[in-house]
């Protein structure tokens, strides 16, 4: 499975605290995205990195990716209540054509006021 | 600007019993389709992918099926359900980059929840 893996799978920290998740995978890919969901809601997109990119950064979110490790990280810096979620990567097969995304089972992150 | 719905938002249905989820994208031409399946506590689950009309890909076997009878119309049907079916649907959309690093950003739609009894 090409699914990618995210670790913690749960993070409780405090408002102001950084909160960072690691995503693993399997495959060679084109592109990694990160998602957030929001409890009961659909999936809205964050942020892609592509396979040639190392490190990304858009507002507070900060993405780094390792093909060598076949890994990324979310950072979310100053972190606030608003920012409880689950959040999933994603990855991209390379050579899809099809825009065919698999994902893992997410990071609930929950940010205590 | 695309958007795109999905309905119902809940739906409740007797095991047996036929299932039907519909999904619209407007504001975009020939979009991929895709329908994923979220159960408790897991991650998404793609079910079925479309590129065009009447061209469905599934990825699970399983009692579902998809059609896509016209361009922006995704529907997700079953004749019988199982318990196993209930869960979080979701439909999803993308645009296809010739850049294939650049795109395949997949926009969601707010989901429907489906529980079997």
């Known amino acids: 499975s090409q699914q990618g893996e995210e670790d913690p799978q749960a993070l409780s920290i405090q408002e102001g605290e950084n909160a960072t998740m690691n995503c693993s995978y399997k495959t060679s890919i084109n592109n990694l995205q990160w998602y957030r969901q929001n409890s009961g809601r659909g999936l809205v997109h964050l942020i892609l990195?592509?396979?040639?990119?190392r490190e990304k950064h858009s507002g507070r979110l900060r993405v780094t990716l390792d093909t060598s490790k076949k890994s990324s990280s979310l950072l979310i810096t100053a972190s606030r209540a608003a920012d409880t979620a689950s959040y999933f990567c994603?990855?991209?097969?390379?050579?899809?054509?099809?825009?065919?995304?698999?994902f893992g089972r997410g990071t609930q992150l929950t940010v205590w006021p | 600007s695309q958007t795109i719905h999905q309905w119902p938002a809940t739906l409740v249905q007797p095991v047996g019993s036929p299932l039907s989820l519909e999904c619209t994208v407007e504001g975009t031409s020939n979009p991929n389709l895709y329908w994923y399946r979220q159960a408790a506590g897991r991650g998404l689950q793609l079910l079925f992918y479309?590129?065009?009309?009447?061209?469905i890909s599934s990825e699970v076997p399983q009692n579902l099926s998809a059609s896509r009878p016209q361009d922006r119309q995704f529907i997700l049907s079953s004749k019988k359900l199982l318990l196993s079916d209930s869960g979080f649907y979701l439909c999803a959309w993308s645009v296809y980059f010739a850049d294939a690093g650049s795109g395949n950003t997949i926009y969601f739609g707010e989901g429907s929840w489906l529980t079997v009894v």
């Open positions: 994603a990855t991209v097969d390379r050579g899809s054509t099809l825009g065919r995304l698999y």
């Open positions: 990195i592509r396979s040639n990119e």
């Open positions: 479309s590129v065009g009309i009447g061209q």
